[in-house]
């Protein structure tokens, strides 16, 4: 370094003298040589015009301090935070309220470069969880009729004369911000198809439920409409897709929820294999006999931006989910992953007690989060690249078993 600020003052301290054409004359008298040398001469200047700009900004880098955010300023009113790296740059806040109450504006938030975070919208605080307001329901009645329902509050429904009742009388509003139960629904049982309902918060449109017939749902503003925005009635009399359901962008399912739709969309496409069968499906099934081969892969996500808490309800889902597998006429072999930067597994294929779901149930329970001591990375690639490996060894010890045997992938990430 002091040899280069050595050179650069050698090179600046040096004179150089360039002639200029007389502007009274209108034309440069100097020969060719002298005007090359002049054009060598400004083009020297400018070179040594460089080193003095790089020097100055190498100066004011190492001059500026490094951003750093605020920490007054993510102090949540009636809950917790924790912060993945203090108040540095990229780190991340992450808020925690207590049961019945969510954080506001975010769940979360980032320090960003200019030494502010995030979604900064509003002061953050813990409010009250809500359930969405019902806003339709065709051929009955419910109380009491409020603009607000928040947890612990109860619907009760009534049907008309002429129509049966489906699903509960009561309602609970929960925690995550969903009502208990399925969804009421009053059907006289005179359509095609049975009465799709109505879930709280949205609007149908279409009242007729003959084959072909649609109906259509949209969601009261600041909800999100999960599942089917529009279904058909089919020809044998159920409705097409998924039914729908409105949700405040705070609102979650338990790990009991999750595990059962997975549960429910994985015993969709699993049927038995009957060569008489006649194939007559849209969707991809996976086939497997009684008694049949299948590996489940579960993978978790340990990153930093996962978190302790989230975690631990993938182990959660993952303890239901296995549980819920027991129902099925076959035994599946397990693998389990953890991942952050690197990949661990916890169950390999090829362990005695892979297809013993207790056993399996067990190992789920003592992963800890803390095992990824560098959890900067979210290496997804490196968990997939365990289950080739795994794959490539079944296939190697018995290649006609590992043909007939399916697969199931459960990835639970943040992204």
């Not at 108040?87 to 960003?112: A, I």
């Not at 009502?179 to 059907?187: P, Y």
Request: proline share 7%; glycine share 6%; with cysteine.
């Amino acid at each position: 370094m002091r040899d280069f600020v050595q050179w650069i003052r050698r090179n600046l301290s040096s004179t150089s003298i360039c002639i200029a054409p007389n502007p009274q004359q209108g034309s440069d008298p100097r020969s060719r040589e002298e005007r090359k040398d002049n054009s060598l001469c400004r083009r020297e200047n400018t070179y040594k015009m460089l080193p003095l700009i790089l020097l100055s900004q190498v100066a004011m880098s190492i001059a500026l301090p490094t951003p750093q955010c605020d920490l007054n300023k993510i102090i949540i009113a009636g809950g917790e935070y924790s912060l993945t790296n203090g108040t540095n740059v990229g780190s991340t806040v992450q808020y925690t309220c207590p049961e019945g109450k969510y954080p506001h504006p975010s769940y979360s938030q980032e320090c960003l470069p200019n030494g502010n975070w995030s979604k900064q919208k509003a002061k953050p605080e813990c409010k009250a969880v809500q359930c969405p307001r019902p806003v339709m329901f065709e051929s009955g009645e419910f109380y009491p009729r409020k603009d607000r329902y928040f947890v612990g509050d109860v619907l009760e429904f009534e049907c008309w004369g002429g129509f049966k009742m489906f699903g509960p009388v009561n309602r609970t509003c929960q925690p995550n911000g969903k009502w208990s139960g399925e969804n009421t629904i009053c059907d006289d049982q005179e359509g095609d198809c049975p009465n799709p309902g109505i879930p709280p918060g949205a609007r149908k449109v279409g009242d007729s439920y003959k084959i072909e017939n649609t109906v259509k749902y949209t969601c009261e503003p600041r909800m999100e409409l999960f599942g089917s925005k529009e279904r058909v009635c089919k020809e044998d009399k159920s409705w097409s897709g998924a039914e729908p359901s409105c949700r405040y962008w705070y609102t979650f399912d338990t790990p009991k929820e999750v595990a059962e739709s997975f549960t429910a969309h994985l015993s969709e496409t699993i049927e038995a294999s009957d060569p008489d069968k006649v194939e007559d499906q849209a969707y991809r099934a996976i086939k497997v006999q009684t008694g049949g081969l299948m590996n489940i892969f579960i993978i978790m996500d340990a990153s930093k931006s996962v978190g302790v808490d989230n975690f631990n309800t993938a182990k959660d889902v993952s303890v239901v989910f296995i549980e819920r597998m027991a129902s099925y006429d076959f035994i599946p072999r397990y693998s389990v992953i953890s991942y952050a930067s690197f990949a661990k597994p916890a169950v390999l294929l090829s362990d005695d007690d892979s297809t013993d779901a207790e056993a399996v149930i067990e190992r789920i329970k003592n992963l800890k989060y803390s095992e990824h001591e560098d959890k900067q990375g979210t290496n997804t690639r490196a968990a997939l690249y365990e289950v080739h490996k795994m794959l490539s060894l079944q296939n190697v010890r018995d290649p006609k078993k590992f043909m007939e045997t399916r697969n199931v992938i459960l990835l639970m990430t943040d992204g």
